[in-house]
């Protein structure tokens, strides 16, 4: 459907909150097209998106979209000439994923709700503590190691080793 012609006052959202399937439900077996709201909950929140005042929600499915010289397209819906953009559902979470990709490109033209970067940040538990030991909150120690890495023989710490307090020294550390 092509995008109306919209009053200087109304605000066009695009949004993306389908339903989640239950056991039964056709598209259980197709988790990337879930949603993360029990349809009845997902109802009411559509109805009450649909009543406020100035704000058009346009429901598209950006998982569907593609880009095309720096713009998101959906059917004939430029994404990327819409106020904002809001999002609650399943997609691929491994970096560089398409749906993710679709998301950090259209965040470069309109607001996207929640940011494509900061939700990598918050599905990564290395990156989430990361993020939050840099800005000076506190969080439990944490190590980020391949296993070809570890110590296969025991070797000096400069401090004894790394320690778990519930497990111990790590294996190969010295004390």
């Keep these: 459907m092509p995008v109306q012609p919209r009053s200087v006052s109304t605000r066009r959202v695009g949004i993306c909150i389908p339903p989640r399937p239950g056991p039964l439900d056709p598209g259980r077996d197709s988790p990337g097209t879930w949603g993360c709201l029990k349809p009845q909950l997902q109802r009411a929140l559509m109805s009450e998106l649909a009543a406020v005042e100035g704000v058009e929600f346009v429901p598209l499915d950006f998982r569907k979209a593609w880009v095309a010289d720096g713009a998101v397209w959906l059917r004939d819906v430029c994404l990327s000439e819409l106020?904002?953009?809001?999002?609650?559902?399943?997609?691929?979470?491994?970096?560089?994923?398409?749906?993710?990709?679709?998301?950090?490109?259209?965040?470069?033209?309109?607001?996207?709700?929640p940011h494509p970067a900061r939700w990598s940040v918050a599905m990564d538990k290395l990156s989430a503590h990361v993020a939050l030991a840099r800005a000076g909150l506190a969080v439990p120690e944490f190590l980020l190691v391949d296993l070809k890495n570890l110590p296969r023989r025991r070797r000096p710490w400069p401090d004894g080793g790394p320690r778990c307090s519930s497990l111990g020294a790590a294996p190969g550390a010295r004390g």
């Design 83 to 113: 106020d904002a953009f809001f999002w609650y559902c399943e997609i691929d979470r491994s970096p560089g994923a398409y749906a993710l990709t679709v998301l950090q490109t259209l965040s470069a033209a309109i607001p996207v709700f």
